[in-house]
Nanobody
Framework: QVQLVESGGGLVQPGGSLRLSCAASGNFASVYVMGWYRQAPGKQRELVAVIISGGSTNYGDSVKGRFTISRDNAKNTVYLQMNSLKPEDTAVYYC???????????????WGQGTQVTVSS
């Protein structure tokens, strides 16, 4: 069984910072792409940032220059450093990973349970 466990959400004032973490656990062979998506009330889930195992990254337009994604391959953990937060960043943030389980040929898509980020004064 593979699990993604997120931490680090909360309430922050506009202009503040938060750091999210997501650790993959269980029996698996490889972790490929890891990333973060978010969903605000009444809106579709959208890409925040993704990072492949080699370190290449991709960001959603609304967070470029403010958020930084990184990963620790030894710990199978992905981080999202969020700076200069705005009220419109308020959403549930979901961790996502493409993970190949032991004995399987290709990766499957896994999601965390989500963590709430609220930016408000």
């Amino acid at each position: 069984q593979v699990q993604l466990v997120e931490s680090g959400g909360g309430l922050v004032q506009p202009g503040g910072s938060l750091r999210l973490s997501c650790a993959a656990s269980g029996n698996f062979a490889s972790v490929y792409v890891m990333g973060w998506y978010r969903q605000a009330p009444g809106k579709q889930r959208e890409l925040v940032a993704v990072i492949i195992s080699g370190g290449s990254t991709n960001y959603g337009d609304s967070v470029k220059g403010r958020f930084t994604i990184s990963r620790d391959n030894a710990k199978n953990t992905v981080y999202l450093q969020m700076n200069s937060l705005k009220p419109e960043d308020t959403a549930v943030y979901y961790c996502n990973a493409h993970i190949r389980r032991l004995g399987m040929v290709g990766p499957n898509d896994y999601w965390g349970q989500g963590t709430q980020v609220t930016v408000s004064s």
